[in-house]
């Protein structure tokens, strides 16, 4: 090896070349030590290689290099966790509270599947912690995230490093596999970490699981491992070389290679006995020693489970059936109305503050007038016709994670002077008339985007998870940007001139409170990397009623990019084409094309989303699988299908990128026709659209 010059003595081309070895072999070295727990270089190699870097760089200023290692020990610290892009999305699963629900879950997986011999489930407790996705490479722990948004979540492998049920090394275990499961904290570890965080003046958690999360996403390691930890694997993401053929089979291997898995986990061959399961679960709900919110049922075929799929955000195999809600009595001190996105007047009660499971409560919602009447949609009575006023005593409630419920009103304990509560008629926030349409539960503020309520609950949702999800620009910052004078957001395009703005303002963001030069860079470095946008984010972030997460993914899959949609959108009035491929699109109904092309075609709301759009660059949409013969094409299934059902070809086309259609027209690729087939297939005949047969489709799209 050449001897290592001094710093002076270098110049500027072998510094070039020294930065570039330098940063290859710190990041390797990080690797080796973080990543692989198999460090390669000594503490003071590492440390004299991060010294000469330094050295080069203050020599060279104008050298250091984008991925320079000094900044990315710092920046890791200051930003948090890393991000990881998880490689099988991690879902949530569907809940249940009725036992008639199991039966119908059991109905709908029959159903979907057309399948009517013997079916088993898995039955395991639905363990309330936090989930966590371990990758293991040829038996290595490499990373651990958390859930995030499913899509992407956070990096803790540090911290998740330190758990003890959680093995580094795994024998016999497939080249590449991602375990997941739960990280939770027993009662009797909740109870001493408290105790010990009141000794030293800190505040004590609310629950096991906050406890849980609180110390799994420490920046400090050290922190994570002075808490007591634990870990249920339950599921797997992505795997080199299956488990085995069920779920329990997978379960088992996990345990044998070395996991905690749930001893309470068993299989079911009916409704019947899973409900047993669940009550004998329920029965030993108080003395596990840790918490649980029901019990999870998973198909236990794992070939059924493929077939089964998915929908956007929940498997169709599993289901979460929870356990009944926790109830507490306290006061209704005041009734509060806020005004949504789409202008809704949400009635919200203010309860004097109340432990509900483990939580402590003070708001709960009231859903609308009716609600507070005691009446429902129909008019028929809701708590025997009580109606709820300021100074009850009533009874609150959750189940699961959503918002509390009030559940029913003690009338005796009605006081003399509470009188029943009258429902605004103009908006509370802009003095616009609220309007209730005929049907509709909800009254409504006309006022638009001139009412500023709408306006910034709008852009809340702009900036949203599912949405733009603008790091550094949440809820509170809206409220601060939306009322500033000086450098406002008023609207979605606003956000995107915000940096060329202050630019322009004496004014800067980086000297006012809350902000520095850094956070403002920041914030203006998340608000730049956002300009370019998937067209589905784009849509669901218009806000639009009745526009949700699904359907922006339906609309931005049928017209794939941009300028297809708009113009579509544009041109789409009830009777023209355009309006009968919009409804044409499975998914799309009358209220939902009505709404959105109403707002296309609102010149408020039309200005405001060319100005937004003016910023961006939105990419059109990627079909699944791009060599698959069927991506793109638009098919109708019709008549009966033999080899599978017609939910299962929809999901599989589907996942292969074809759109499905409910109806024939000029534009369908495809008509898929069994045996029954009847006006559809007319259709298609007069319309020349090519007709297949269930076994010609199947042959095309590669399934025989
Ligand atoms: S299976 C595809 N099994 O519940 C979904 N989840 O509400 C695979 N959870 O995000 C999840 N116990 O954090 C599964 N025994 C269990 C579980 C469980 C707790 C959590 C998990 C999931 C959430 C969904």
């Not at 085995?244 to 996990?254: E, F, H, K, Y």
């Not at 009874?395 to 009338?411: C, E, M, S, T």
């Amino acid at each position: 090896m050449a001897a290592v010059k001094h710093v002076d003595q270098v110049t500027e081309a072998e510094a070039r070349a020294e930065l570039a070895r330098l940063a290859e072999a710190i990041a390797r070295a990080n690797r080796a030590y973080h990543t692989l727990d198999a460090p390669e270089i000594s503490d003071a190699d590492y440390d004299a290689l991060k010294r000469r870097n330094a050295a080069l760089e203050s020599r060279f200023p104008g050298l250091k290099r984008p991925d320079s290692p000094s900044d990315q020990v710092g920046a890791a610290v200051a930003e948090g966790f890393g991000k990881v892009a998880h490689a099988v999305p991690m879902l949530s699963l569907e809940n249940a509270f009725e036992d008639t629900d199991v039966a119908d879950f059991e109905e709908r997986v029959r159903n979907f599947l057309g399948h009517s011999g013997p079916l088993t489930f898995t039955a395991e407790p639905k363990i309330d912690g936090l989930s966590l996705s371990l990758r293991y490479e040829n038996g290595v722990l490499v990373q651990a995230a958390t859930r995030g948004d499913g899509a992407v979540g956070e990096n803790v492998t540090d911290n998740a490093r330190t758990i003890a049920d959680i093995p580094h090394h795994l024998p016999d275990a497939p080249q590449l596999m991602e375990v997941r499961g739960e990280v939770y904290m027993s009662h009797a570890d909740f109870a001493a970490l408290n105790d010990r965080q009141i000794g030293r003046g800190e505040k004590p958690f609310a629950n096991p699981r906050n406890a849980a999360a609180g110390s799994l996403r420490q920046l400090d390691a050290a922190i994570t491992a002075a808490r007591p930890l634990r870990f249920f694997a339950y599921a797997w993401g992505a795997l080199s070389e299956p488990l085995s053929d069920t779920q329990l089979g997978a379960i088992r291997r996990l345990q044998e290679m070395g996991f905690q898995t749930n001893p309470l986990t068993v299989s079911c061959d009916t409704p019947a006995a899973l409900l047993a399961h669940y009550r004998r679960i329920e029965a030993q709900r108080a003395t596990l020693g840790y918490d649980i919110d029901g019990v999870v049922y998973k198909v236990n075929d794992l070939a059924l489970q493929a077939r089964l799929g998915f929908r956007s955000s929940t498997p169709r195999w599993a289901i979460a059936h929870k356990f009944p809600a926790e109830l507490a009595w306290t006061r209704l001190e005041g009734i509060d109305i806020q005004v949504g996105r789409t202008g809704a007047l949400s009635p919200v009660a203010r309860l004097a503050p109340v432990t509900v499971g483990g939580v402590v409560v003070s708001n709960a919602t009231l859903h609308n007038e009716d609600y507070i009447a005691g009446r429902d949609a129909k008019g028929n009575p809701i708590r025997d016709g009580k109606d709820l006023r300021p100074g009850d005593w009533v009874q609150v409630y959750r189940a699961g994670d959503v918002i509390p419920k009030i559940n029913d009103v003690d009338l005796e304990k009605r006081p003399e002077s509470a009188i029943p509560f009258a429902f605004p008629v103009t908006c509370p926030e802009c003095g616009s008339e609220a309007h209730r349409a005929e049907g509709d539960a909800v009254r409504r503020c006309t006022g638009g985007l001139i009412c500023p309520a709408q306006a910034v609950e709008r852009l809340k949702h702009f900036v949203s998870r599912a949405a733009f999800d603008i790091e550094g620009l949440g809820a509170k910052q809206i409220e601060m940007f939306f009322k500033d004078s000086l450098l406002p957001i008023r609207s979605p395009a606003d956000i995107f001139t915000l940096a060329a703005r202050d630019r322009a303002n004496l004014a800067r963001l980086e000297n006012r409170d809350g902000y520095g030069k850094t956070s403002a860079a920041k914030l203006f470095a998340a608000i730049e990397a956002r300009r370019t946008i998937p067209l589905d984010r784009l849509i669901f972030a218009l806000g639009i009623r009745h526009v949700g997460e699904a359907a922006a993914a339906l609309l931005a899959r049928h017209y794939g990019s941009w300028p297809q949609f708009e113009t579509a959108i544009t041109a789409a009035r009830p009777g023209s084409t355009e309006w009968e491929e919009l409804t044409a699109i499975d998914g799309v109904g009358v209220v939902l094309a009505t709404s959105l092309t109403e707002a296309f075609q609102n010149p408020a709301e039309r200005g405001a989303i060319d100005a937004l759009v003016g910023h961006l660059t939105v990419l059109p949409v990627e079909r699944p699988k791009g060599d698959s013969p069927v991506a793109g094409k638009t098919v109708v299934f019709t008549g009966t299908l033999e080899k599978m059902t017609r939910a299962e070809a929809k999901a599989r086309a589907e996942a292969l990128g074809a759109k499905v259609a409910g109806s024939v027209s000029a534009r369908t690729d495809y008509v898929v026709a069994g045996p029954g087939a009847g006006s559809k297939a007319k259709d298609a005949e007069r319309l020349g659209v090519p007709m297949l047969t269930e076994d010609e489709w199947l042959a095309l799209t590669g399934a025989t």
